[in-house]
C-alpha cells in the first residue's frame, strides 16, 4: 500500500475546489483494510474516509490521512418468493447499485435513483428522495472500527437513521468505517409514486409504471433537470437540510407568511429550505436564488445548491452558506443546517 504526501484533492471533490492532503493512500481490496490499520500513519494520524466527494467541501488543506475508498462488489445474498438481500461494498457508486435492483425487477429503491455519492455515504446521511428513505429498506451496515480495526455490524436500528442523520454522522463520527450494507428489497410491486412533483412528472409525460425502471427513470430526469452537473459545475446538490417543526411555531410563522410552502410528515411539518433561501437576499428586495460574487454563487434553478464557477476556495463557498444561514435566521429565526459536510 503507498502513502502519498501532500497530495491534490481537487478532482475528488464535486465542488471542485482545491486542497492537499498531508498523507493519501486508496483501498481497492478488502485485504487492504489490515494493512490499512496496521499502518503508522493510520495510527498516528486524524483519518478521512473519502467515497465520490460528492458530500464534503474542504475549507482548507487536511492534515491527517485521507483515504480514498474503492471497494467494488454487489451480490444478491439470498431470496425467496417476495424478498431479496442484497449486499454492495461501500465504493460502488450509489446509482449503480440503484441500476442493479431495478434491473432485476426488485422494489424499494428506485425512487433514490441519481443520487451522487457512493454507497458507503448512504446510511451516514440516511438517503432520501421523492418520498423515500434510506431507513425503509436497510438491512445492516457492516464497519470497522478506526481505533483498533475490529467489525461490527449495525443493525438498521442501531444506526439511528434520521433526516439526513445517523449515528454515524453523531457520536460515532470518524470512529468507524463503513465497509459494506445490506439491503432488503421486494420482488413485488411496491410502487411509491405519492411524492407531487414525481406524480406531476408521471402524469405530464403519460407514463404508467410497469416496473421500478419507469420510477428509476423518471427520477434520474428529474433530478438532471433541476440539479447542475458536477462535471459542469461545480456544487454538491442540496446544501442544505429542509427544515422540521412543531405545529404550534408554525402556526406563527404561517400568521406572517401565509404563503410559506408546508408538509405533513409524520408528527412534524416539512419546509423546503429552498423556498426560505428565496425569500432572502444580499439586499433588500433581491433574492439568493441566482446570486454570483465572483467564483462562487447560488444556482438559478435551485436555492438550495451553491456553485463553484471556478477557481472558489473551500472557503470562500463556506462564507456564503454562512451568509445565506445569516439572512434566513434573521428574517424567519429558522436556523439552516448543511448537508453538507464540512471538513
Not at 125 to 150: H, M, P, R
Not at 208 to 213: D, F
Not at 280 to 286: F, H, L
Amino acid at each position: 500500500m503507498k502513502i502519498y504526501r501532500d497530495y491534490d484533492l481537487t478532482e475528488l471533490n464535486t465542488f471542485g475546489v482545491s486542497a492537499r492532503a498531508k498523507l493519501f493512500t486508496e483501498i481497492n481490496d478488502p485485504a487492504d483494510l489490515t494493512e490499512l490499520f496496521a499502518l503508522p500513519e493510520f495510527k498516528e494520524n486524524k483519518k478521512i474516509f473519502l467515497g465520490g466527494g460528492s458530500n464534503v467541501l474542504f475549507t482548507g488543506d487536511l492534515d491527517g490521512l485521507v483515504v480514498l475508498n474503492n471497494l467494488k462488489g454487489i451480490e444478491v445474498l439470498s431470496e425467496t418468493t417476495t424478498e431479496v438481500l442484497i449486499r454492495a461494498m461501500s465504493g460502488e457508486i450509489w446509482h449503480d447499485l440503484v441500476l442493479f435492483a431495478v434491473d432485476r425487477e426488485y422494489w424499494g429503491i428506485e425512487n433514490l435513483a441519481f443520487i451522487p455519492g457512493t454507497v458507503g455515504a448512504a446510511p451516514m446521511q440516511n438517503v432520501g428522495a421523492y418520498g423515500a428513505e434510506l431507513k425503509n429498506i436497510l438491512e445492516n451496515v457492516e464497519t470497522f472500527s478506526t481505533e483498533d480495526g475490529t467489525k461490527r455490524i449495525f443493525t438498521r436500528d442501531e444506526c439511528e437513521l434520521g433526516y439526513r442523520d445517523s449515528i454515524f454522522k453523531n457520536e460515532l463520527k470518524e470512529k468507524y468505517f463503513i465497509f459494506a450494507i445490506t439491503l432488503k428489497l421486494s420482488k413485488i410491486e411496491k410502487k411509491n409514486i405519492s411524492y407531487k412533483i414525481l406524480q406531476e412528472y408521471l402524469e405530464k409525460n403519460k407514463i404508467i409504471i410497469k416496473s421500478p425502471r419507469d420510477i428509476s427513470d423518471a427520477v434520474t430526469m428529474i433530478r438532471k433537470n433541476k440539479l447542475p452537473d458536477p462535471k459542469i459545475i461545480g456544487n454538491a446538490g442540496s446544501f442544505f437540510k429542509n427544515i422540521f417543526m412543531e405545529q404550534e411555531k408554525l402556526k406563527n410563522l404561517l400568521q406572517k407568511y401565509p404563503d410559506m410552502p408546508h408538509f405533513r410528515e409524520d408528527n412534524l411539518t416539512k419546509i423546503p429550505s429552498a423556498w426560505l433561501i428565496e425569500q432572502c437576499g444580499p439586499a433588500n428586495g433581491t433574492s439568493w436564488k441566482g446570486y454570483k460574487l465572483g467564483n462562487v454563487g447560488v444556482h438559478e434553478r435551485q436555492a438550495l445548491v451553491i456553485v463553484n464557477y471556478g477557481g472558489a476556495s473551500g472557503e470562500e463557498i463556506k462564507n456564503l452558506a454562512e451568509k445565506i444561514t445569516n439572512s434566513v435566521f434573521d428574517k424567519f429565526k429558522i436556523k439552516l443546517i448543511p448537508e453538507v459536510n464540512l471538513i
